[in-house]
C-alpha cells in the first residue's frame, strides 16, 4: 500500500514537472515571435484651388461699378457656389482714384478700376489676386502704391508687386487645411515704363525665381506659378510661354497658370505638375473676339497624407465672360469651348465639365 502511494506521489510530481516545462519552452519561444504592429492611423487633408482669368474692373465695368453698383460685375456669377477653399485670380486693373476716370481718354490700352471696385472684390469671392501684369504701372507709381493700399485695407491678398523696399518676388505663402502653398506672380512686360519699375513688378527672372524657389520648397505643400505674358488672341501658346511653363515645372512649380492672351488655351499634364498656359478672361468686356468671350475656371484637388501631396483636376467651369460673367448654358456654346480645349490638352477632360 506504501509502495503504490509513493508511486501515484512520484507520478504526479513528474507529470507536474513535465507540464511546467512545456509552459515554459512555449513561453521561450513566443519572446521570439515578432510582435504585431499596431496600424497608424494616417490623416488626409485636402484643399480645393480655385482659379480663373483676368479680371477687368477699369474701363466700361468701371463705370458701371461707379454708376450702378459695386456688385454688378459678379451679380450673375456666385463664385462661392462653386464650395472652393482658395479662390485666385489675375486682377488686370490697378485701383485708384482718378475723378471718375477708369479709361484714358486717348489710349485705349491705359485704365483703372475706381476705388469702390475694392468692395467689388471683397463680395466676389476672390481669396487672391494676381497684381503682376502689363496693367500694373498704367496710371504710374502712385497709382499701383494706391492699389496695393486699397487691397492691404480690405484684407484681399495679393501677389507680384511692393510699394516699397518689400521684394516683389517673395511668394505669398498661405496655409489652407494644413497644406501650405507658396505662390507665385510675374509679368513679362508693363505697358508704362519707368527707371526702375522692376523694383515694385516682379520679372520671370529664372534666376531671381530659382533662389525664392529653393528657399521655400521644403516649408510648403504647394508651389503655384502665375504667369502674364503672350500674344493676346492667338489659337495657341507662344512658344517663350510654353518654355517657361516647362522652365517653371522642372525646377519645383506644381500649378502654373498663364494669363493675358485673353482668350484660353488646354490643360497639360507634365509629371505630377499642371501647366495652364492662358486662363482667357474672367470680367472683361471685350465683344470684338469670339473666344474673349467664353472661357473656364479650373479648381484643382490637393490632398496631402502625412508628408505626399497629390494634386488632381476636379472640376471645369465654362464662363460667358463680359462685363456681368454668368455661367456658360448655351450647349452649343460650351461644345465649342469643351472641344477647344481638349484639343489643346493632353489629358481627357470630359469628366470635368460643371
Known amino acids: 500500500m506504501k509502495n503504490t502511494l509513493t508511486k501515484a506521489i512520484i507520478g504526479i510530481i513528474v507529470s507536474t514537472l513535465l507540464i511546467i516545462s512545456e509552459i515554459l519552452l512555449l513561453f521561450l519561444d513566443r519572446r521570439h515571435e515578432p510582435i504585431p504592429e499596431q496600424k497608424r492611423e494616417v490623416t488626409a487633408y485636402s484643399v480645393q484651388f480655385l482659379a480663373f482669368g483676368d479680371v477687368n474692373l477699369g474701363r466700361t465695368v468701371g463705370q458701371k461699378i461707379l454708376k450702378i453698383n459695386v456688385h454688378y460685375p459678379f451679380d450673375k456669377y456666385s463664385i462661392r457656389q462653386d464650395s472652393a477653399d482658395i479662390v485666385f485670380a ?16 486717348k489710349f485705349n490700352l491705359i485704365f483703372t478700376a475706381p476705388p469702390e471696385a475694392v468692395q467689388t ?3 466676389s469671392g476672390i481669396d487672391i489676386v494676381s497684381t503682376a501684369n502689363n496693367h500694373a504701372f498704367d496710371y504710374g507709381i502712385d497709382a499701383l502704391k494706391e492699389t496695393i493700399d486699397r487691397l492691404q ?9 511692393s510699394k516699397d523696399n518689400t521684394d516683389p518676388f517673395k511668394p505669398l505663402i498661405i496655409k489652407k487645411n494644413s497644406i501650405k502653398f507658396a505662390i507665385f506672380s510675374v509679368t513679362s512686360f508693363v505697358n508704362i515704363t519707368v527707371n526702375g519699375w522692376r523694383r515694385y513688378i516682379a520679372t520671370p527672372d529664372t534666376v531671381r525665381l530659382m533662389q525664392e524657389i529653393l528657399a521655400i520648397k521644403d516649408s510648403v505643400d504647394v508651389v503655384v506659378m ?7 488672341y492667338t489659337d495657341v501658346p507662344a512658344q517663350k510661354v510654353k518654355i517657361f511653363a516647362n522652365w517653371c515645372v522642372d525646377n519645383g512649380v506644381d500649378i502654373f497658370l498663364g494669363h493675358h492672351p485673353h482668350v484660353s488655351y488646354g490643360i497639360m499634364k507634365k509629371g505630377k505638375s499642371f501647366i495652364v498656359h492662358s486662363l482667357g478672361n474672367f470680367v472683361f468686356f471685350q465683344p470684338q473676339h469670339y473666344w474673349t468671350q467664353r472661357s473656364y475656371g479650373i479648381k484643382f484637388f490637393i490632398e496631402k497624407k502625412d508628408t505626399v501631396t497629390t494634386i488632381a483636376v476636379s472640376r471645369l467651369y465654362p464662363v460667358d465672360v463680359s462685363m456681368q460673367t454668368k455661367p456658360l448654358t448655351d450647349s452649343t456654346e460650351r461644345n465649342k469651348l469643351i472641344q477647344r480645349t481638349q484639343q489643346l490638352s493632353n489629358i481627357d477632360l470630359s469628366n470635368y465639365w460643371n
Not at 90 to 105: A, R, V, Y
Not at 226 to 232: A, I, L, Q, R, T
Open 121 to 123: 472684390l471683397l463680395q
Open 90 to 105: 489675375n486682377l488686370e486693373s490697378q485701383i485708384s482714384d482718378q475723378n471718375g476716370e477708369t479709361g484714358h481718354p
Open 226 to 232: 502665375s504667369y502674364h505674358g503672350g500674344v493676346e
Open 153 to 161: 485695407q480690405a484684407n484681399i491678398r495679393f501677389v507680384g508687386t
